[in-house]
C-alpha cells in the first residue's frame, strides 16, 4: 500500500458530486476521452446504466444504521474521496453503493477521473496526461514489486482530512473468485470461434451485472468499508489527535 496522502480542502473540493459525476459523464469533453477495452476505446454515454444502477442498489437497515453511527463518532469519517472510471462495472456498481453510504452517514463524496484523454494502461499515472495523476499516483494499487492503476479507489477520512480507510478495486469475497470465474466465462466452449466465445461472454457478463451477485458485490464493498472503519475508531482510537469512539 502507498503511503497516506495530505489531501487537502482545496484539492478536495475539485472532484465531483455524485449528480455532477452523473451529468459529466453524457457530456463531449468526457465521450472524446478513451474507453476501457472491454466496451470498445470509443466511450459511450452510461449514465443512463448507472442511473438504474443506483436506484436498484440500497444500504440494508443495519449498514445505514452503522454509518451514522461511525460519522457520529469523534474522527469518524466525513469525507469520502474516489477516483473513478464509469467504462469499469467495478466503478459503476462501488460508486452507486458508495453514493448510498455517503446520503445516509451525512458524509461528502467527491469523485475525479483517473484518465486523460487516454487510457490509463502503465504503472503510475502520468501528469503530462491525467489532470488528477497526483491522485492517482498516491492510491497505486501493489502487487509482486509492480503498481497498477486500480480502479475504483474508495479513500474515507475524518473532518480534518486524516485519512481512515481506503478501498480499492473490489470487495475481498469478490476478488477471491475474479479471476476464476472470468477466465472460465471467457473460455471457448466446444464448437466455439474465439469471436463468438467472446460474444457469449459478453453476453452472459451483462446478464451477471443485472443478476443478484452485483448486488451482493456492492454489499460486500459496503461491509467492508464500514467494518474497516469501525475497528479503526475502536481499535486505534480514531483520527490521530481526536478521541477514541465510545
Same mark, same amino acid.
Request: proline share 5%; charged share 25%.
Given at each position: ?9 482545496? =484539492? ?11 451529468? &459529466? ?14 466496451? $470498445? ?9 448507472? =442511473? ?9 437497515? @443495519?449498514? #445505514?444504521?452503522?454509518? /451514522?453511527? +461511525? ?31 455517503? *446520503?445516509?452517514?451525512?458524509? *461528502?463524496?467527491?469523485?475525479?477521473? /483517473?484518465?486523460?484523454?487516454?487510457? $490509463?494502461? $502503465?504503472?503510475?499515472?502520468?501528469? @503530462? ?8 499516483? #498516491? ?23 486524516? *485519512? +481512515? &480507510?481506503? &478501498?480499492?478495486?473490489?470487495?475481498? +469475497?469478490?476478488?477471491? &473468485? ?27 457478463? =451483462? ?20 467494518? #474497516?472503519?469501525?475497528? =479503526? +475508531? ?6 490521530? $489527535?481526536? @478521541?477514541?469512539?465510545?
Amino acid at each position: 500500500m502507498t503511503a497516506k496522502y495530505p489531501l487537502t480542502p482545496e =484539492r478536495f473540493a475539485q472532484g465531483r458530486t455524485f449528480a455532477e459525476y452523473l451529468d &459529466h459523464i453524457g457530456t463531449p469533453e468526457n465521450l472524446a476521452r478513451e474507453s476501457g477495452w472491454w466496451l $470498445g476505446r470509443e466511450r459511450r454515454d452510461l449514465s443512463g446504466i448507472i =442511473r438504474s444502477w443506483y436506484a436498484r442498489l440500497r444500504l440494508s437497515d @443495519a449498514q #445505514a444504521a452503522a454509518v /451514522r453511527w +461511525l460519522a457520529a463518532q469523534p474522527g469518524g469519517p466525513a469525507k469520502i474521496l474516489a477516483i473513478s472510471e464509469e467504462w469499469s462495472s467495478d466503478c459503476r456498481r462501488d460508486l452507486c453503493i458508495v453514493s448510498r453510504l455517503a *446520503e445516509a452517514g451525512g458524509l *461528502e463524496l467527491r469523485i475525479f477521473d /483517473r484518465d486523460g484523454r487516454t487510457l $490509463g494502461t $502503465g504503472p503510475r499515472g502520468d501528469p @503530462a496526461e491525467s489532470p488528477n495523476a497526483d491522485l492517482v499516483n #498516491a492510491f497505486l494499487s501493489e502487487r509482486d514489486g509492480e503498481t497498477f492503476q486500480s480502479i475504483p479507489v474508495i479513500v474515507v477520512y475524518s473532518a480534518r482530512f486524516v *485519512e +481512515l &480507510h481506503r &478501498h480499492v478495486e473490489r470487495p475481498a +469475497l469478490y476478488a477471491k &473468485h475474479r479471476d476464476n470465474v472470468v477466465a472460465a466465462m471467457q473460455a471457448a466452449r466446444p464448437g466455439e470461434s474465439r469471436e463468438r466465445a467472446w460474444e457469449r461472454f459478453m453476453d452472459e457478463w =451483462r446478464a451477471l451485472q443485472q443478476g443478484p451477485f452485483f448486488t451482493l458485490w456492492a454489499s460486500a464493498t459496503a461491509d467492508e468499508i464500514l467494518s #474497516a472503519l469501525y475497528e =479503526r +475508531l475502536i481499535v486505534t482510537g480514531g483520527a490521530a $489527535g481526536e @478521541a477514541p469512539a465510545r
